[in-house]
């Protein structure tokens, strides 16, 4: 019989107030709205029965606020290394204030001015990886969008450009990695799953917000 390959479950936090008006939060340490604390309870009933042998979340309130509601944060120990990317001068700007100023900039090439470039959030997200990875056993981890995207894509050996611009995240979605075959073969096991939920819920998006995703995500030449 084959050994069973662990898994890391990621979890994003719920939504903030940021999060439904669409500017970039980095280290601004916004508390979850009153949607993002019920989403992450219907994460911890997505969660509900599951063990894991570690629990890492982000020291950022909103991060460790959905680890907490979701049921989790007795046990869960903070990893500085788990915040999102700091966007410097871009911290509480619009993609499309950014855009409006800066048609061809994009987060995942050029990184936020006094903010961390590419290659900085991928050595950080290694160093995540790193540690994981020494972990016996299934992992879950509460983190933040962007961090989340790199963090897969170094996973998986890609560049933090080349992956984590294609893998767009929900709030309160639970995603996993694990391995195929053999632990020198990482993988993608679940994505954005968001369907804990519920379509009332994903309805509240706003007009406005649906818009700046869809600028944000489907850009024709570059996503950021």
Known sequence: MSEKLPVVYIARHGNTAWTHSGQHT?????????????????????????????????PLQRASRT???????????????????DYGNYEGLTSAQILQKYPNWDLFRDGAPEGESPAEIAERADRVVERIRHV??????????????????????????????????????????????????????LWNDDHHVGTVARQNVSHDELQLIAAKEYRPKREV
């Open 136 to 189: 016996a056993g299934d992992v879950l981890v509460f983190s933040s969008g962007h961090f989340i995207r790199v963090f897969t894509a170094r996973w998986l050996g890609l560049g933090p450009g080349a992956g984590g611009r294609y893998f767009v995240l929900s709030p309160a979605s639970l995603s996993s990695l694990s391995y195929e075959h053999n632990l020198s073969r990482p993988v993608i096991r």
């Open 67 to 85: 680890c907490e509601l979701a049921g989790f944060g007795a046990g869960a120990e903070t990893d500085p290394d788990l915040v999102e990317w």
């Open 26 to 58: 980095g280290l601004t340490d916004l508390p979850l709205t009153p949607d993002g604390e019920r989403n992450a309870m219907r994460l911890g009933e997505r969660l509900k029965g599951m063990t894991f042998a570690k629990v890492f979340t982000s």
